[in-house]
């Protein structure tokens, strides 16, 4: 044990004796670290979501996928939404893109062989150095070189990279890909960031701590909790976006805390301890809407929960293990499922529902338009009925009922179910219940969630239930997350409430296509193919894999693209390899307590308020004080951020390529997709549409009486207890 | 070896005799420790509820809305329902049943077990106290509750309620063999120990004759506890998530409750329930063991004679 | 060779094979589990929908298991455990990659000490004062009473206790902060950074004092002593005339130590493995907190470090009760 070590030990234990001599005196704020005399209304509090980190001090993004505070997956620290050097982001709302260290989208050969990525001139690291073409070069050429399981992506895709002035690199390809970018471009959960060449230079890639982190973003890392629970983030006021963009972020810091297990984090929501928070289940969030009047969600004003999340969550089946790998078993479990009662129980008490998405697209107004109108008539063929939740969903005004009333799912059919299952050679024993074709009885296990994601452990149960009644024997078993993401990686399950189908883009070739080739899977011994998610199918899809080849040589977003993601959406109709239920509703409140101006649809909608994203670094740049916190640093006007939206990609023609490559770049024309712009229009449409809403009021109290009811109970009862135990252990005199 | 049919003979010998004395005992107790008799009643109503009342329920009580959420007590639903469209009461009654095996389970084979290996390794001594102590002793150093997590994990695909209390067990008895050891090697060095060895008792006579009625008082009150930590385990392991969570348990039915905010939204009744079972299972269990353990110790009684 | 080296020589012995037992079992339980990190972690990048190269994956697989020191056939793997503590190499942490888990306990672990050691002396010291004296006039009201409360109290599960402490003297009277170890910005000895770190240990160590004192310390003390009362010697001190004071002191107390020491020193050594239940409630960063992380992400080199640490924090408890007890209780020979 070194010094400090036992230093934190010893004092912690000597001065507990003074915390109970303490517990008299009240404390109301200076529960948030901040530094000395920082007021509550210079901090903007979000939610680190990810939990205690182990070791809070290594800030490698690339050791790892997954792991630590810097790391491409968790966005607790807010390392990815301050600091990340990012090209682009995409803009899920509308599927385009936001060029910001790129100045533009990428420029593709013709072949989609090679691309060209342009940087916007005057971009700085914090520490005053350029960041310019030879970054992005070093970072591809230093992943490439580094140990896997370093840059993987870039070993098997990129073949040379260099640049071709300051500002401008040329990358070739080891194979045609329109989709190269992607890596680059931040979708919802991070992505590849620029490394700082002067400061990774010579770094071995896996032991480099990186502490403190080289940012390229408004603020820089003042102060980490050495137990891990919180990161504090300050203002850096020569970020060279405030020169581009001519903003400033009016929050002097950003916290992210993690406050504990989410009764804590509810609890720290109502005392304005927290100022965005990922998601808590309905009850909890029951607790929060009671008693904190100032609270925003998704929407201003309740229903507040976010109906959009990227996973459709569902119920997958093993495709791979009879009787689970005939689509006629799989439709016939699908049609004895009561989807309304489905539904109903997630409707939350501020009226908040889901969005029905029986395809595995998430129905943003754009994939309405792109997927679900043009297969309506495909769908119905299938039993799929637009109008099973609409009364539910219009008598609780969800956004969708009026403009989209299309969103329904497949109708419950007991016959028809009945009747596919007993073509299959299955008959119902003399108890009622099913029996396999062989004659012995139907045990369905469903794998599910344990301690996260505890909306799809819900999923489980009342699926459970349904098919139970239905005369199946099902059995449930919820995993924590290592056995959970195990059993869905090697594909160990019969059925499980497993997201194979998360759609962040229009573009469905990212989201999940690749992996439905059959030339993607893996060979294990004994065993046919097997791939994760659909891919645990023995037989190759022909028809499939060629449109996941034709996929590969087309842009992601020209018509024939979209041709060809329906006709794999109809593949995917016919075989139901998992059904999708909805997004689950996520409460992402939002407190406007302290700041205001926060994504609210539909009247400021400028970004999905989902605050473990990159992309919440739009919503950073754009909140204000409301002054009712005391403030100091905080700017409380702060300029509005205005980004372009751009295509995905750019096509350059074959002369325009030569002259990009060849000498000093002219103007290049560029291919834009008009069936882009149609979507984008509508979306804008959809954003300035008002929806009448019925306003709820709010209670503001804590139900005091149900409260001190309860804790008075409690305590009568102890004493009612205690008295008749003392009694009759009393009773037995000794006889002296 | 001679002493191995010896000390079977030695066992079953005081063991018959101990049963034949058990029914006077009982009835000797029942008379004379309010105590004792309180606990049983208590107890006795939890086992009526447990295996009688549960087996009229209307429905099978695990199954979710079949009845309307969230309804507090009232005539048609004595203790409430759930947010999962449960009745309370009759999920109760399933929650004790099987809450009360796993705790019954676990008392019989972890308690006897640990009993009998630190009575015999303290009157044994030698090479079989060091071995059968390495035994107990690994086990007592293993973390406990972070093992039972990953069992309970492990164990997942098979596990039932009888099978949680054995899993349980292996936790329960090393700790009550360290102490009845402990107590053995004191007692060990007193005279009429000493007395007995040189009258010729076998190691299970003496273990019968001369430390089981100084051990019985402090094993009863250990059989209560390890009923109760069989439960509590059982709730802290489903507390985590890693319990039967498709059965009826107290430990289930407080996880579906916390999970579902019963403790901040006022459903209290779905929480206080199995909370206030549990706290009645312990203190019927703990009357019962200090009536027979105040009966059992032999001074005790002659002082309650006068 | 001395009765008494012999004695000490067999304990050591023991205690070697106690801790190879210990982490024998500790070695094989995670392995027999239904999964793996590498595969863990590779679901855990599709379900979050990151873009990553369909052929790039394969070979993220194969590295993972070769880094993560998954290769090879289970006595391999032992062996190779066994070489690694023998070095004091505990590996590099599989969730955390690639920290040493080493680095990681070292953050967790003054956290952990801090906490226990105060409540667990704490509530064994208080419970067992309560309980002796309660027991020693096992007639008052008073002793009723205590009795009464930790009857009641001692069942009631942990994580609701903490829940309610928290809901009530972080909430409904905000004296406590929710959770955490510390929230206090910059570095360096302070009153200010005691009293942070005090506030927010309070409320953890209040849900493992209430229960501990009240509970399980006062009934076991409460028990013994009420048993040790009626023994001869006892009686025969109180028939002498002596003060009960004196009874209670000269008599008594030495009889109830014995035992509790030996529960103290156990409770004390299973400090290592934290407070799993606490720590999680009120996101407390001690070892607790890491080893559930550890279990629920099957991190096999934390569990194994975490877990020796505690199998070697107990079985040197043991060792030292075992050869401590002579000196306590003066009946007892070295043999």
Same mark, same amino acid.
């Given at each position: ?331 016939? /479990? !699908?049609? +004895?499922?009561?989807?309304? @009662? ?5 409707? %939350?008490? &501020?009226?908040?529902?889901?969005? =029905? ?56 059919? /007991? !016959?028809? +179910?009945?009747?596919?299952? @007993? ?5 119902? %024993?003399? &108890?009622?219940?099913?029996?396999? =074709? ?299 | ?306 | ?335």
């Amino acid at each position: 044990m070194n010094r400090k070590t036992s230093y934190i030990a010893i004092s912690t234990a000597l001065v507990l004796v003074a915390a109970l001599a303490l517990s008299a005196v009240p404390v109301s704020y200076g529960q948030l670290p901040l530094p000395a005399g920082v007021p509550r209304g210079d901090v903007l509090v979000i939610e680190n979501h990810w939990g205690t980190y182990a070791n809070p001090n290594n800030w490698n993004p690339i050791a790892s996928p997954g792991v630590g505070p810097a790391s491409i997956a968790p966005g607790g620290s807010g390392y990815q939404q301050l600091c990340k050097a990012f090209l682009w982001y995409i803009n899920t709302s509308n599927s385009m893109l936001i060029p910001w260290i790129a100045a533009e989208p990428p420029i593709y050969s013709p072949d989609f062989t090679s691309l060209v990525v342009k940087l916007r001139d005057g971009v700085y690291w914090n520490d005053g150095t350029p960041l310019t073409a030879e970054d992005v070069v070093f970072t591809l050429k230093y992943l490439k070189e580094a140990p896997a399981p370093i840059g993987v992506n870039e070993k098997a895709s990129v073949k040379d990279a260099r640049a071709l002035d300051r500002l401008t690199v040329l990358i070739e390809l080891v194979s045609p890909n329109p989709r190269w970018h992607y890596f680059y471009a931040v979708i919802i959960y991070g992505a590849g960031g620029i490394l700082p060449k002067h400061v990774w230079q010579g770094k071995d890639p896996q032991k480099f701590e990186n502490n403190p982190p080289m940012c390229a973003g408004p603020y820089n890392l003042r102060a980490v909790d050495p137990a891990g629970n919180w990161f504090l983030w300050e203002r850096f006021d020569n970020w060279w976006g405030s020169k581009v963009f001519g903003v400033v972020p009016a929050a002097k810091y950003v916290l992210y805390i993690n406050h504990g297990p989410d009764e804590a984090k509810a609890l720290a929501m109502t005392k304005h301890e927290l100022d965005a928070l990922r998601t808590l289940l309905p009850e909890q969030a029951e607790l929060v809407i009671k008693n904190n009047p100032y609270l925003k969600g998704w929407r201003a004003s309740p229903p507040f929960a976010w109906p959009l999340d990227p996973c459709v969550k569902g119920i997958a089946f093993q495709t791979k293990t009879p009787p689970f790998d005939k689509r006629e078993v799989r439709w016939a /479990l !699908a049609y +004895a499922i009561d989807y309304r @009662t489905v539904y109903r129980a997630f409707v %939350g008490i &501020d009226r908040s529902t889901p969005t =029905p998405a029986a395809l595995p697209v998430i129905p943003h107004a754009a994939d309405i338009e792109t997927y679900y109108i043009p297969l309506l008539n495909y769908l119905k063929d299938h039993g799929y009925d637009p109008e099973l939740v609409l009364d539910i969903a219009r008598e609780n005004n969800a956004w969708w009922v009026e403009k989209y009333p299309v969103l329904g799912w497949w109708k419950q059919d /007991l !016959a028809k +179910a009945e009747q596919l299952l @007993t073509a299959q050679g299955f008959r119902r %024993g003399p &108890d009622g219940k099913w029996l396999l =074709p062989d004659g012995t009885p139907w045990t369905i296990e469903i794998k599910t969630t344990s301690g996260f994601e505890m909306e799809s452990q819900r999923i489980a149960f009342l699926v459970a239930d349904q098919w139970r009644a239905f005369g199946i024997d099902v059995k449930v078993t919820p995993l924590e997350s290592g056995p959970f993401s195990t059993s869905y990686s090697i594909g160990d399950f019969q059925v499980g409430t497993f997201w194979p189908g998360c759609s962040q883009i229009l573009d469905l070739y990212a989201n999940w296509f690749n992996r439905w080739s059959s030339k993607y899977w893996v060979q294990k011994k004994g065993e046919g193919g097997h791939g994760t998610g659909w891919n645990t199918k023995e037989a190759p899809i022909p028809e499939l894999d060629r449109i996941v080849d034709e996929l590969e040589r087309t842009a992601p977003d020209s018509p024939r693209a979209f041709e060809l993601y329906r006709e794999a959406l109809k593949i995917w109709v016919r075989d139901l390899p998992w059904l999708g239920f909805f997004p689950t509703p996520f409460y992402t409140f939002q407190d406007g307590y302290a700041w205001e101006n926060w994504p609210t649809f539909p009247e400021n909608y400028y970004m999905d308020p989902v605050s473990w994203w990159s992309q919440h670094l739009f919503v950073i740049l754009k909140v204000k004080p409301t002054g009712r916190a005391p403030t100091k640093d905080a700017i409380m006007d702060p300029k509005p951020l205005r980004v372009a939206n751009t295509p995905l990609v750019k096509i350059a023609s074959a002369a325009e390529w030569e002259s990009l490559v060849g000498g000093p770049p002219p103007a290049v024309g560029v291919t834009t997709v008009t069936l882009r712009e149609t979507v984008t229009q509508r979306v804008t449409e959809l954003r300035t549409q008002v929806v009448t809403q019925v306003q709820t009021q709010t209670v503001t109290t804590v139900d005091w009486g149900v409260l001190s009811g309860v804790a008075a109970a409690v305590g009568i009862v102890l004493l009612v207890v205690g008295i008749v135990v003392g009694r009759a252990l009393g009773r037995r005199r000794p006889a002296q | 070896m001679t002493l191995i049919p010896r000390t079977g003979v030695d066992a079953l010998k005081f063991l018959g005799i101990g049963l034949a004395r058990f029914s006077n005992i009982f009835l000797e107790v029942f008379r004379t420790s309010r105590a004792f008799r309180v606990g049983l009643v208590i107890f006795a109503v939890m086992i009526v509820l447990g295996v009688a009342v549960s087996s009229f329920s209307p429905f099978d009580p695990r199954r979710w809305y079949l009845v309307p959420p969230n309804r507090p007590p009232s005539p048609e639903f004595p203790l409430g329902t759930t947010t999962n469209g449960q009745d309370v009461f009759w999920l109760l009654t399933w929650s004790i049943k099987n809450s009360l095996i796993i705790g019954l389970i676990t008392a019989m084979v972890a308690s006897h077990f640990g009993l009998i290996l630190g009575m015999l390794a303290g009157a044994r001594g030698g090479l079989a106290d060091r071995i059968l102590m390495i035994m107990t002793d690994s086990f007592v150093v293993i973390p406990s509750l972070p093992t039972l997590i990953l069992l309970a994990v492990l164990l997942r695909d098979v596990m039932t309620i009888p099978l949680m209390g054995l899993i349980i067990s292996i936790f329960s008895w090393p700790w009550p063999s360290r102490q009845v050891r402990a107590m053995v090697l004191s007692l060990r060095e007193r005279e009429f120990i000493a007395t007995s060895i040189f009258s010729g008792y076998g190691v299970m006579g003496r273990v019968f004759r001369d430390y089981l009625p100084f051990i019985l008082p402090w094993h009863l009150v250990n059989l209560t506890n390890t009923v109760l930590f069989a439960i509590s385990s059982e709730a802290a392991l489903a507390v985590i998530g890693v319990s039967i969570l498709s059965e009826a348990t107290l430990g289930v039915m407080i996880y579906w409750a916390l999970n579902y905010s019963a403790l901040f939204r006022g459903l209290w009744w779905w929480l206080i329930s199995p909370v206030i079972t549990i706290i009645l299972i312990f203190v019927s269990l703990f009357l019962i063991s200090k009536g027979i353990s105040d009966y059992s110790n032999p001074r005790l009684r002659w002082q309650a004679r006068g | 060779m001395s009765k008494l080296l012999i004695f000490i020589a067999s304990r050591i012995v023991a205690f070697v094979l106690t801790v190879v037992i210990g982490v024998t079992v500790v070695f094989i339980i995670p392995r027999l589990l239904p999964y793996n990190p590498v595969e863990a972690q590779i679901g855990f990048i599709y379900s979050i929908g990151q873009f990553y190269d369909p052929t790039a994956i394969e070979s993220l697989r194969q590295t993972l298991y070769e880094l993560y020191g998954l290769k090879g056939n289970p006595v391999e793997q032992y062996l190779g455990v066994w070489r690694r503590l023998l070095t004091l190499d505990l590996g590099p942490s599989i969730m955390s990659f690639p920290t040493p888990v080493a680095t990681l306990i070292g953050i967790a672990l003054p956290w952990t000490l801090g906490l226990l050691t105060f409540s667990v002396l704490i509530s064994w010291t208080l419970g067992n004062v309560i309980g002796t004296i309660s027991g020693f006039f096992n007639h008052k009201k008073f002793s009723k009473l205590l009795t009464g409360v930790a009857v009641v109290l001692y069942p009631v599960p942990y994580f609701i206790l903490a829940l309610v402490l928290m809901f009530t003297f972080a909430f409904l009277i905000p004296i406590f902060p929710l959770g955490g170890g510390i929230t206090i910005v910059g570095v360096g000895f302070s009153l200010d950074l005691v009293l942070n770190l005090a506030k927010h240990a309070a409320l953890p160590a209040i849900s493992i004092i209430i229960p501990g004192a009240l509970g399980w310390w006062f009934l076991s003390s409460f028990t013994l002593t009420s048993q040790k009362k009626t023994e001869d010697f006892v009686r025969y001190a109180e028939l002498k005339g002596l003060p009960n004071g004196v009874v209670l002191r000269r008599y008594l107390i030495r009889n109830i130590l014995m035992p509790q020491t030996t529960a103290l020193g156990l409770a004390l050594g299973g400090i290592f493995s934290g407070a799993l239940l606490t720590e999680v409630v009120y996101a407390y960063p001690g070892l607790g907190r890491l080893l559930y992380q550890a279990i629920i992400n099957n991190d096999y080199n934390m569990i194994m470090g975490i877990s020796l640490l505690s199998i070697l924090g107990v079985s040197l408890a043991t060792l030292l009760l075992d050869l401590l007890y002579p000196l306590i209780d003066p009946t007892v020979r070295y043999r």
